[in-house]
C-alpha cells in the first residue's frame, strides 16, 4: 500500500494526528515532548483508497549520536520510502528554527509535501497558519488533531496525491501470526526484533525504558507473514511509578494479550527472576502461546547450541510454563534467529489446532486405564464420559464427568501430561473444562 509519513518536530501533536487518521489510539500522547522514538506503522482508508499512515519521532537540532541520532535515522528511513510526506506544525507556535531545519530535509524527498497546521482548534486560529507559506510547500492546511477539525480536507488532499492503485488478483492469505517481544527492561528485545528483520527497524540504546510504546511490525519470511510487536519491558507493578511508563507498561500487557506467540525474552547472562516468573504467569493467563527466548547468548557460550543442564534450569524456575520450547540468540553474534522463527511457527499450529475427537477420547481412556481418578473417603471417584475440544487458541478441552467437583488438581495434572505426550502441544496452554452429565445420558449419546 502506499505510505504516508508524518515528520515534524517534537510536541507539534504527529502522534495524535496519527492516531486521528488511523481511527486508534496506537500512539502514546502525552504533553512530554519525545515520546515517540520508533516508527509505528498502521493501516487506514479515505474515500476507498487504502495507505498505511507512519509516525516518527520529532526531529531535534544537533542529533546526530546517541538516543536523538537513532531517531533522526528512523525518520530518515521512513522519508525515503514516502509517497506523501505530512510535515506538521504547531500553528500557536509559529515557525521555529527546527521547522525550518525539517523543511530543508524534506525538501529533499522525493515524495510530495503537505504542510498541516495543527492546534487549530477554532476558526480564529486560521489566520495563524498563513505564516506557513513561507517555507514554500504551498498551502497549509489548518487542522485540529486533538478534536478532528480539518482532518477530512487533510484526507482528501493526501488521497488526491496517492500514487495510482495497480489492480492485481489478490490470493487468500493466511492470517499473519502476531508475535509479542515481552520481558524485563533492557533485556535485548529490540536489538532481537532488528535481527529478526535484518535492519535496524525499531530505536536499540543502552538505557532501560528506551521503547515506551508497542511498536507493530509486519514482514514475510520464507512465505510466511508475522506482525513482531516490540514491547516496553515490564518492571514489577509497585516500581513503576510514572503515568508515561505505566502506560507504556499497560501497552506490552495487551500486545500479549492480542498475540498468538509471545516470547520471554530473558538475558542469558542474569539468573531468571521474581519478574520474569511474573512475566511468564501473565502469558499463561492470557492463554498464549509461549517461546523461551535466552538472548545475549554470545556472552555465556561460545557456541549457538543451548545446553540441556541450562535449558532444565530455565524451565524448573518457569515450571508452570515448563511446556514451552526454550532457544538461544544472540542478536549480536547472530545466532538462534532462524530456530526462534521455526519454534514460533510450531507454537502458533498448536495454538490453533484442533484435536479430533475420536483420537482426544482415545488418549483420555487410555490415560484413565492406566491411572483412574483417586476415590474420596467413601468410594466415590470422577468419571469422564465424553471429552471434545470445542476451542482453540488456547486449546480448550470439555470433559463430560459425573460430578466435575471431584476432579483433583493433580490428576487434572495428569491428564495435560498424557494429551501433551501424544498430541503437538508444545508452547501452548492446555485448559479444561468440566460439565456435568449423567450416566444415562452419555449412554444414550454414545
Known amino acids: 500500500m502506499p505510505v504516508v509519513v508524518i515528520v515534524g518536530r517534537p ?7 496519527f492516531n486521528r487518521l488511523v481511527r486508534q489510539r496506537l500512539a502514546i500522547v502525552d504533553d512530554v515532548p519525545g515520546l515517540t522514538r520508533d516508527r509505528l506503522y498502521a493501516p487506514t482508508e479515505w474515500s476507498g483508497r487504502p495507505f498505511t499512515v507512519v509516525d516518527t519521532g520529532g526531529l531535534v537540532s544537533g542529533s546526530a549520536g546517541g538516543l536523538g541520532g537513532q531517531v533522526r535515522a528512523q525518520v530518515t528511513l521512513a522519508i525515503a520510502e514516502a509517497d506523501v510526506i505530512l510535515f506538521v506544525l504547531d500553528a500557536r507556535a509559529g515557525i521555529l528554527p527546527e521547522d525550518r531545519e525539517i523543511a530543508d530535509v524534506v525538501r529533499r524527498a522525493r515524495a510530495p509535501v503537505l504542510i498541516v497546521a495543527n492546534k487549530v482548534d477554532a476558526e480564529s486560529i486560521e489566520p495563524s497558519a498563513h505564516e506557513f507559506y513561507a517555507l514554500g510547500f504551498g498551502d497549509p492546511i489548518p487542522v485540529s488533531a486533538h478534536h478532528g477539525r480539518g482532518t477530512g480536507d487533510l484526507l482528501d488532499a493526501v488521497v488526491a496525491l496517492l500514487p495510482e492503485a495497480s489492480v492485481t488478483a489478490a490470493e487468500p492469505e493466511s492470517p499473519a501470526v502476531a ?12 536489538s ?7 535492519e535496524s527497524r525499531v530505536v536499540v540504546d543502552a538505557a532501560p525504558g528506551t521503547t515506551r510504546d508497542a511498536v507493530d511490525t509486519p514482514f514475510v519470511r520464507d512465505g510466511r507473514r508475522y506482525v513482531l510487536i516490540d514491547t516496553a519491558g515490564l518492571r514489577r507493578r509497585a516500581r ?12 506490552a500487557r495487551r500486545a500479549i494479550e492480542r498475540a498468538d506467540v509471545a516470547v520471554l525474552v530473558l538475558d542469558a547472562a542474569e539468573p531468571v527472576g521474581d519478574q520474569d516468573q511474573r512475566i511468564a504467569r501473565e502469558i499463561a493467563d492470557a492463554g498464549r502461546g509461549v517461546v523461551i527466548d535466552m538472548t545475549k547468548w554470545d556472552k555465556v557460550a561460545t557456541s549457538p547450541e543451548i545446553d540441556a543442564r541450562r535449558r532444565r534450569a530455565v524451565l524448573h524456575a518457569l515450571r508452570f510454563i515448563a511446556y514451552a520450547p526454550v532457544v538461544a540468540t544472540s542478536a549480536t553474534a547472530g545466532w538462534g ?3 526462534l522463527l521455526e519454534a514460533v511457527d510450531q507454537v502458533a499450529a498448536a495454538h490453533r489446532g484442533r484435536i479430533p475427537t475420536g483420537p482426544l477420547n482415545r488418549a483420555i481412556g487410555d490415560a484413565v486405564a492406566a491411572h483412574e481418578p483417586p476415590a474420596d473417603p467413601v468410594g466415590r471417584r470422577l468419571r469422564i464420559y465424553y471429552a471434545t475440544q470445542p476451542q482453540t ?10 460430578e466435575p467437583k471431584r476432579m483433583p488438581e493433580a490428576y487434572r495434572r495428569y491428564l495435560e501430561r498424557a494429551l501433551r505426550a501424544q498430541f ?13 452429565r449423567s450416566e444415562q445420558a452419555s449412554a444414550r449419546t454414545s
Open 11 to 17: 510536541n507539534v501533536g504527529k502522534s495524535a494526528l
Open 179 to 190: 508475535v509479542a517481544l515481552v520481558g524485563r527492561p533492557n533485556v535485548g528485545k529490540s
Open 192 to 198: 532481537l526484533v532488528n535481527a529478526m528483520l535484518g
Open 240 to 251: 513503576v511509578d510514572e503515568p508515561i511508563e505505566a502506560y507504556s507498561a499497560a501497552r
Open 337 to 339: 534467529i532462524a530456530p
Open 393 to 402: 487458541q488456547p486449546p480448550t478441552v470439555v470433559l463430560f464427568v459425573n
Open 424 to 436: 503437538n502441544l508444545a508452547g501452548v496452554p492446555l485448559r479444561f473444562v468440566l460439565r456435568q
